[in-house]
Structures are given as C-alpha cells and as structure tokens.
Nanobody
C-alpha cells in the first residue's frame, strides 16, 4: 500500500505564503489523481485542490481559487500545495490523498485513499 506523509506546515502571518508537501512511499501515485484536503477545528473535512495523474488539469475549491496552486512531481512521488495570500480562515490541518478512480476532483467516481497524518497550518491575523 502507498503511505503518504505531509510536511511543511507552520505558523504564518495573514497575507503570507507557505508551501506544503506530500511524499509517497511503498509505491507510486503516478497513475492516480491526487488531492489536498483540510480540516479546521469543529468543522468537517473540506476538499481543497486536486490534480490529474499527469498534472494536466488542476482543480480548486472556490475558497482557495486564485490563491493556492497544486503541483506534482511523479519522478519524486510528491505533490505540493503552494498557498499564497493566506487568511486566518485557512488555518487547518492539511491532508493529502490519492484518488484511485478519478482525477482528484471530488465526484461520485472518486475514491480517496491513503490519507496521511496531516500537517498543521496556522495563519495569524
């Protein structure tokens, strides 16, 4: 099975930027779409961004569109999320997952698997 490990989280002031990464081991995700999710305290997990297996298409939640950029490097088995113009409401634990059946965009065909432990992103005002 593929294991995913998130890293790169931290504390940043509002308006700042942060890049978080997801590294896969025990296999490869080169054949799968990938996605980032987040979960804030007291809230349900929210889909943030997705990317197709070859990086040809990218998708974003409306709340982060224009501010976040998802990318992947299949040679390194990594997927990154560059977060610009961060806002306090972006504070959450961020998780990556592979989509075994889809493009990384949440649809009825999606099957998100191999969740990591998450990385904490805190944005201060």
């Amino acid at each position: 099975q593929v294991q995913l490990v998130e890293s790169g989280g931290g504390l940043v002031q509002a308006g700042g930027s942060l890049r978080i990464s997801c590294a896969a081991s025990g296999g490869t995700f080169s054949s799968y779409g990938m996605a980032w999710f987040r979960r804030a305290p007291g809230k349900e997990r929210e889909w943030v961004a997705g990317i197709t297996w070859d990086g040809g298409s990218r998708y974003y939640a409306n709340s982060v569109k224009g501010r976040f950029t998802i990318s992947r490097d299949n040679g390194k088995n990594t997927v990154d999320l560059l977060m610009n113009n961060l806002k306090p409401e972006d504070t959450a634990v961020y998780y990556c997952a592979l989509d075994s059946r889809g493009s990384g965009f949440p649809t009825i065909e999606s099957d998100f698997r191999s969740w990591g432990q998450g990385t904490q992103v805190t944005v201060s005002s």
